[in-house]
């Protein structure tokens, strides 16, 4: 069982930037691949990037590819999101996952965190 705690959001003018943080629990954290996703009010969840259990390989999708950074700290059990130029169509409740496959889709992932909201005002 892996327990996952997001934070780092909050409001932010277009064109800022946040740092998102998960810390998972347990000892297996570098096992899992790790992924953030998000969902904006009335819109589908939709990927956002994956990062290996390694943190050698990572993934993004297209909207955020060149302003977002994943990254991973497999001594601190945490995964970080550096969201750079951020835009308003960013705005959404953004949340980690862990799973054993480096895939772009929910279900791909096994463990989910309850989620932190971004707000980006124009």
Not at 18 to 35: D, H, I, P
Not at 42 to 67: M, P
Not at 105 to 122: E, K, L, M, P
């Amino acid at each position: 069982q892996v327990q996952l705690v997001e934070s780092g959001g909050g409001l932010v003018q277009a064109g800022g930037s946040l740092r998102l943080s998960c810390v998972a629990s347990g000892r297996t954290f570098r096992q899992y691949a790790m992924g953030w996703f998000r969902q904006a009010p009335g819109k589908e969840r939709e990927f956002v990037a994956v990062i290996t259990n390694s943190g050698d390989t990572t993934h993004y999708a297209d909207s955020v590819k060149g302003r977002f950074t994943i990254s991973r700290d497999n001594t601190k059990n945490t995964v970080y999101l550096q969201m750079n130029s951020l835009k308003p169509e960013d705005a959404a409740v953004y949340y980690c996952a862990a799973g054993w496959a480096t895939g772009d889709r929910g279900r791909d992932y096994t463990y989910w965190g309850q989620g932190t909201q971004v707000t980006v005002s124009s």
